[in-house]
C-alpha cells in the first residue's frame, strides 16, 4: 500500500491518520505549529484536539514539510481552506510526478471562489489533474477517534485514478466509494457547512424538528442548484458527499459551523462567537463565497442568501427564519429541469428517477 502523508493535524487529520496508522499503513501526520508536533510527539496526545485519542506509536509526526512530503506516495490535504493557500505554497517545491494528491478540505475560498482542489492545482502548477482527488463524505472525526465505522467518497478526474484512492484508504471499518464527479463532490462537501449554520440557529431558536428537516430538505435542493450550475452531477448530491454528509454535518454537536448557529441563535455576537470556536467554521467564508456564486448565475438559494445576511449583513435571527419560512407559496420540484414531466402527463406516465448513485 502506498505511504500516506495527512497534512493538518487537526480534529479530521489527527483521527483520519490515527485510524489508518492502527490498520498497518505507513503514515506520517504534518502539523502546521512545531510546538504542536513536538507535543504530540512527546505524549502521542493531540494537546487540544481529541484529547482522549491515543497516538499509535507507528504514526510518524512532523512539522517539516520536506520531510512530511518526501515520505509520502500520496500527500492528503486536511488543511482548513483559509491555510490552504499557504500550505499548497509550501509543498509546491516538493512536487513530483509519482505523488497523488487527495484533498480532504471542505469549503470553498470566498476571495477566488476556488474549490480546494483548484487552489491546490493552481499553486501546485506542476500537478496534471490525474493527481488530484478528492476525500470527502459524513467523516465525523470524533466518531473516526472512537473507531465507529464511517464511509466516505473518494472522486477524481478518471474511474481508475478514483478507484485506486478507494482503495488507498479503505479499512475494515472506512468504507470508501469512489465517484468521478470532483466539482460535485467538493460544493456538497462545501456547501453543507452554510446549511449547518441554519439548523444550529433553528435548534437554538427552539423551532424544533420539522423546520430543521425543512432547511435539510430545501437546503439540499440549494446545494444542487449550486453544483449544478459549476458543473457537478445531479446525481452525487443523492450520495455520501451531498445529502449524507448535510444529514450528518446537521445534527451533529461536534461541527464547528452548526455551533455558531447555535451561538447565534442564543443572541451571541459573531465576533465572540470566533473567539469561542474551537477550530475553523468553514461555514462563514463560505457562505460569503456561495453569495456571490448565487449572484453570479442567478441561483435562487434562500436559505443560503439568508446565512450570509445574517453574518455579514447583521440580519436578526428571528427575523431570518421567519423570512424563510413564510416565502411565497410554490410547487414542491425535484427533478432537474431536463427531466420535468410535463403536468398534463404526470398523472399517467410516472417521472423517471432523476437520481442514480451507482457512481460511488
Not at 444529514?247 to 455551533?259: D, E, G, H, L, Q
Not at 456571490?292 to 449583513?313: G, Q, R, S
Request: one cysteine or more.
Amino acid at each position: 500500500m502506498p505511504a500516506i502523508t495527512l497534512f493538518g493535524a487537526g480534529r479530521w487529520g489527527t483521527a483520519l491518520s490515527t485510524h489508518l496508522a492502527a490498520s498497518g499503513r505507513d503514515v506520517t501526520l504534518w502539523a502546521r505549529r512545531s510546538e504542536v508536533a513536538a507535543e504530540m510527539q512527546r505524549t502521542r496526545q493531540h494537546p487540544t484536539r481529541l484529547s482522549d485519542l491515543r497516538l499509535p506509536d507507528a504514526l510518524t509526526i512532523t512539522s517539516d514539510v520536506e520531510t512530511a512530503a518526501s515520505a509520502a506516495d500520496v500527500w492528503a490535504i486536511a488543511t482548513p481552506v483559509p491555510f490552504l493557500w499557504e500550505v499548497a505554497e509550501q509543498l509546491q517545491p516538493h512536487v513530483r510526478d509519482d505523488v497523488s494528491v487527495v484533498s480532504l478540505s471542505k469549503g470553498l475560498d470566498p476571495n477566488t471562489l476556488h474549490r480546494p482542489s483548484q487552489m491546490l492545482g493552481e499553486v501546485c502548477d506542476a500537478l496534471s489533474s490525474e493527481q488530484i482527488g478528492v476525500l470527502h463524505g459524513p467523516g465525523d472525526a470524533q466518531e473516526v477517534a472512537e473507531k465507529r465505522p464511517t464511509t466516505v467518497v473518494a472522486a477524481a478526474a478518471s474511474s481508475e485514478k478514483a478507484q485506486t484512492l478507494r482503495d488507498t484508504f479503505m479499512t475494515s471499518r472506512l468504507r470508501v466509494y469512489s465517484n468521478t464527479d470532483v466539482v460535485g463532490v467538493e460544493v456538497g462537501g462545501a456547501t453543507k457547512n452554510v446549511l449547518a449554520i441554519a439548523t444550529g440557529l433553528s435548534d437554538a431558536a427552539g423551532y424544533g424538528d420539522n423546520v430543521r428537516a425543512a432547511l435539510i430538505t430545501r437546503g439540499l435542493g440549494e446545494i444542487r442548484r449550486v453544483g449544478r450550475a459549476l458543473g457537478g452531477q445531479t446525481e452525487t448530491f443523492s450520495g455520501l458527499s451531498g445529502v449524507g454528509d448535510l444529514i450528518a454535518t446537521c445534527t451533529t454537536p461536534n461541527n464547528p459551523s452548526r455551533f455558531v448557529g447555535q451561538r447565534l441563535g442564543t443572541g451571541t455576537s459573531l465576533d465572540r462567537v470566533r473567539e469561542e470556536l474551537d477550530g475553523v467554521a468553514e461555514g462563514i467564508p463560505t457562505a460569503r463565497a456561495v453569495h456571490e456564486m448565487a449572484t453570479e448565475h442567478h441561483l435562487e438559494v434562500p436559505i443560503m442568501t439568508a446565512v450570509y445576511e445574517l453574518l455579514f449583513e447583521n440580519r436578526d435571527p428571528e427575523a431570518m427564519i421567519q423570512e424563510v419560512i413564510t416565502r411565497p407559496n410554490k410547487r414542491e420540484t425535484w427533478l432537474p429541469e431536463t427531466l420535468q414531466v410535463p403536468a398534463s402527463k404526470s398523472s399517467s406516465s410516472p417521472p423517471h428517477a432523476s437520481e442514480n448513485a451507482s457512481t460511488e
